[in-house]
C-alpha cells in the first residue's frame, strides 16, 4: 500500500505546476532559439520577427492594460515616437543605431511623463479617448512637418549593419527582438511579484478603495505608464533600425494600438505570457491575410472576428479560460482516485471496518445519537 502511495505522491510532485510551467517554458525557449535555423527562407524568419514585434508592443502595453486596467487604444504613439526618434538620431544625428536606440527610449520616457500626468487623471471612457487623441495628434505633426520627418515621403533609417547580408541581417534582428521581449517578461514578472506590483493591482480592482488604504495610486500610475512607453519605444526603435522605412500613417496608427490590445486580452492581460501567446495567434493570422489576400481589408475582418471570439467565449482570455477547463479535469481525476482508494480500504478492512453490516462511520453517529 506504501508503494503504490510513494508512487502517486511521486507522480503528483512531478506534475506539480511549477514543473509544468517550467517544462513548457523551457521548451518554449528552445522553439523559439532554433527557429531560425529551421526556418525553410528569410521569409518565414521576417514573419517571426513581426510575431515578436507584435509579442514586445503587447507585453509593453500589457504593463498599464493588465496592471492598472486602464485600456489605451493609443499605445501606438510611443511605439512611432521610439521609430521616428531612433531613425532621426541615426540618419540626421549620425549616432550610432544602437545608442540612438536607447537614446529615442529616454526621450520618450521622459515625453511620458507630462503626457501621463496630463492622461492619467481621468478614467474609463475618458482616458480611452485621450489616448486616442495623442496617436491622432502626432500623426498630424509628422505628416506637416515633411523638412525633419519626410512627411508622407517617409524616413529612411540607414541600416545598422551595411555589409551584413539580407538573410543574416533578418536572422540577427530576430534575436535581438527575442532578447528585447525576454527583458519585457522579466520586468513584468519582477513587477507582478513585489510590493508595487501588488499596488497596481489594488488600484486595477478598486482605485478608490486602494488611494483610501493609503496607496499613492497617482505615482503609482504614472511609474508603470512610463515603464510601459519605454519598452513600446524600444520596440517602435527596433522595427525602424530593422525595416529601414518608415511612414507616419503607419507609424501613428490607431490600429497598433487596437492590435496590442487584441493580443493582450486574446492571451489574458493578468498573465505574464498571455500577451505572447495572443501574438502568436493574432500575428500570424494578420500575416497569412496579408500574404493570401495582400492589401485588402481582410485582415481588419480577421481581427475582428478574434474579437469577437474573445468576448463571447473567453471573456478573461484563452490561458485563464484553459486553466479552469484542466481543472475542472483535475478535479474529476481526483474525485475518481478518492473512490478507489476508499474501496481498497473497504476491502482491506482498514478504515471503513464492517460492524453488523454498518460502518464504523455509521456506528460512531449512532452512539453520538443515542440509537
Known sequence: MRNGSDSSDFRSRLVHPRYVHLGVLLLAAAVALSFPSMAPSPYEITVGIAILNYAVLSTSWNFVGGFTGYVSLGHGAFAGLGAYGT???VAKGELPPFAALFVAAVLVAALAVPVGYAALRVRGASFVIVSIALVLILLLVFQSWASLTGGSRGLVVPRPFPGMLRAEHHRTFYFLFLSLLALALL???????SRFGMGLKAIREDED??????IPTFTYKLVVFVVSAAFTSLAGGLYALWFGDLDPVFQFSILSGSYMVLMALLGGVRQ???PLLGALIVGYALEYSKVEYGDTPLHLVVAGLLLGVVVTFMPDGVI???GALLGRFRRTGDASIREVTAA?????GGEFEETDGRDTTE????????T
Open 87 to 89: 531613425g532621426l538620431l
Open 320 to 322: 485563464p479560460a484553459a
Open 363 to 370: 456506528v460512531r453517529n449512532s452512539e453520538r445519537s443515542g
Open 209 to 214: 478603495k486602494a488611494q483610501s488604504l493609503g
Open 272 to 274: 505574464l505570457y498571455g
Open 344 to 348: 481498497e480500504l473497504r476491502e482491506r
Open 187 to 193: 520586468v513584468w514578472w519582477v513587477i507582478d511579484r
